[in-house]
């Protein structure tokens, strides 16, 4: 660092003139600003790799949920007009697709009956189509239908039936289909 009084060079890092004494103005160092450029070029990264992970999510949330269509029922009642009546099966929702899925329905009636079936894709692999059902985050009931390489190519149906209203969740694990359907009713 060169002295603005007498012009002599000193160290760089020198507080004072070692010839005059002149006390030295301190250059800042490259060493913080190449570190503050650091931090925030890696921050810019790691904002665009989480922007571009969520985009790249929602792609694929909105690609399987193309493929799944839903037309609920709206129950609001489940007390019958006329009390003499017995009980039937009343349809809460119906849903298609050809992957993986899950639901939550709410059955205020004594049962829930799940029919569900699917249509394989032709591929001389193993297909299936498997229903979970929970309540209040516990396993309750489970069923599949399934095709190998040398089933013969048709729709399988198959049905879950449980006690109890509250909250249910379903979910469908759909593998090689071409599609499916589930239909979901109440007892009341």
């Given amino acids: 660092m060169k002295c603005p009084n007498c012009h002599a060079q000193n160290e760089n890092r020198a507080m004072y003139c070692s010839k005059c004494g002149t006390k030295l103005q301190v250059e800042n160092s490259n060493d913080s600003k190449n570190l503050l450029i650091i931090v925030l070029v890696a921050i810019i990264v790691i904002g665009a ?19 799944i269509q839903s037309s609920e029922s709206n129950v609001v ?23 993986g899925y899950s639901t939550g329905v709410n059955i205020k009636g004594s049962q ?39 089933s013969a190519v048709a729709t399988r149906s198959n049905t879950i039936e449980v006690s ?25």
């Fill in 77 to 99: 009642e489940v007390q019958k007009e006329n009390p003499s009546e017995p009980a039937t099966w009343h349809q809460v929702n119906t849903y298609s697709g050809v992957g």
């Fill in 112 to 150: 829930m009956k799940i029919q569900f079936s699917a249509f394989p894709i032709k591929n001389y692999a193993d297909n299936h189509m498997k229903v979970e059902v929970y309540k209040n985050g516990q396993f309750v009931d489970s069923s599949s239908v399934s095709w190998n390489g040398k």
């Fill in 164 to 188: 109890g209203s509250g909250n249910y969740q379903i979910y469908v694990d759909g593998y090689e289909l071409q599609y499916w359907n589930m239909e979901i009713y109440e007892w009341y």
């Fill in 49 to 67: 790799l989480t922007g571009l992970y969520m985009v790249l999510n929602s792609n694929n949330s909105s690609t399987s949920s193309e493929n």
